[in-house]
Every structure is written in structure tokens, then in C-alpha cells.
């Protein structure tokens, strides 16, 4: 069983940045195809960006040029810099980490993320 957490959620004002780390157990990290997800209040969960285990990158149209993935597999964490943040970003952000290959799947139990105008 992989355990996966997120941290670095919080409050921030409109045009601020932040930070969100996730980080997964075991030893096989470097092999996960990583992904953010966020779920604003009355919304369905979308995704927001994903890595995969190659560093292939992608991202949601609307966070394009604001927020940037990234991984560092050595401290089996991954990121999500977040810049120029407005109210629309408000949401319990979550990460995924997932194993195709081994049929492997987890999740983490997300970080609220408010702005405020």
C-alpha cells in the first residue's frame, strides 16, 4: 500500500502563489505517473496537471502558464507551483498517484486551497 499526502495548501490572496508538495511511500516512485486534481464546492473533480514517469507534462487549458508540475523522484515528491492565483483556483486540490502497469492506484486526502479577492 502506497500512502500519498499533500501539504502546502492555505489561504492566499488574489495574484499570489503557492506550492503544493505530495509525497508517496514506497521505492518504486519514480515509476508513477503523478497527477493534480481539484474539486471546487458543487463541482465535479478535474484534472490540473499530470507528470508522467518519463516527464511528460500536461496540463489543464485553464491553468496554462500559471501553474508548473514537477517531480523529484529521489524524494519521492511532487510538486505544483501555483503563480498568479485568482478565485476560480479555490478548491481542495488532490493527488494521484498512479501505476498502469501494476494496476496501482492512490490517492491523497487533498489541501484546501482558497483565494481571496
Known amino acids: 500500500q502506497v500512502q500519498v499526502a499533500e501539504s502546502g495548501g492555505g489561504l492566499v490572496q488574489l495574484g499570489g502563489s503557492l506550492r503544493l508538495s505530495c509525497t508517496a511511500s514506497?521505492?518504486?516512485?519514480?515509476?508513477?505517473?503523478m497527477r493534480w486534481y481539484r474539486q471546487a464546492p458543487g463541482k465535479q473533480r478535474e484534472l490540473v496537471a499530470v507528470?508522467?514517469?518519463?516527464?511528460?507534462?500536461h496540463y489543464t487549458d485553464s491553468v496554462k502558464g500559471r501553474f508548473t508540475i514537477s517531480r523529484d523522484n529521489a524524494k519521492n515528491t511532487a510538486y505544483l507551483q501555483m503563480t498568479s492565483l485568482n478565485p476560480d483556483d479555490t478548491a481542495v486540490y488532490y493527488c494521484?498517484?498512479?501505476?498502469?502497469?501494476?494496476?496501482?492506484?492512490?490517492w491523497g486526502q487533498g489541501t484546501q486551497v482558497t483565494v481571496s479577492s
Open positions: 494521484n498517484a498512479d501505476h498502469p502497469l501494476l494496476r496501482l492506484n492512490f
Open positions: 507528470i508522467t514517469d518519463d516527464g511528460r507534462i
Open positions: 514506497g521505492s518504486i516512485f519514480s515509476r508513477y505517473t
